[in-house]
């Protein structure tokens, strides 16, 4: 910049967003690199609702198969620890901890087990029409 680059060239060269770089330049310009220096981005974020033993005992319930849904992990997490999840931090919760709700795939009406085992060993009689 003290070449004469704007901030968007600035920010172009070294593949930063243009506000990030004037955002650097107002430090700049109000105490030099020591304040450049001092701010630091992305910070701690916020507290987690569950203490790290809490979510381990979390994770190790949901591995037990117990829940159906995230609903019902929600509802025990809300009766077991009091801190109460929106359906979206739910999800993340089980993402951060691995684990999601283990359920079995729905299996229609009509469905014939016999026939499909059979052919899933081989046994099937009617020849594909597919080419190969």
Do not use: N
């Not at 060239?9 to 650097?24: D, E, K, N, P, T």
């Not at 220096?37 to 190790?60: I, Q, T």
């Amino acid at each position: 910049m003290r070449s004469g680059w704007t901030l968007g060239a600035v920010a172009r060269a070294i593949g930063m967003h243009y506000r990030s770089v004037q955002r650097w330049a107002a430090w700049y310009r109000a105490g030099g690199l020591a304040a450049v220096r001092a701010h630091r981005m992305g910070g701690r974020g916020r507290e987690p609702f569950l203490s790290p033993a809490a979510a381990a005992e979390v994770a190790a319930e949901v591995e037990t198969g117990r829940f159906g849904t995230a609903a019902e992990i929600r509802a025990w997490i809300e009766a077991a620890y009091g801190a109460t999840y929106t359906p979206a931090g739910a999800y993340s919760l089980l993402k951060r901890l691995r684990c999601a709700p283990k359920v079995p795939r729905p299996l229609h009406a009509k469905a014939d087990i016999e026939r499909q085992d059979a052919w899933k060993k081989g046994g099937s009689s009617e020849r594909s029409l597919r080419p190969a």
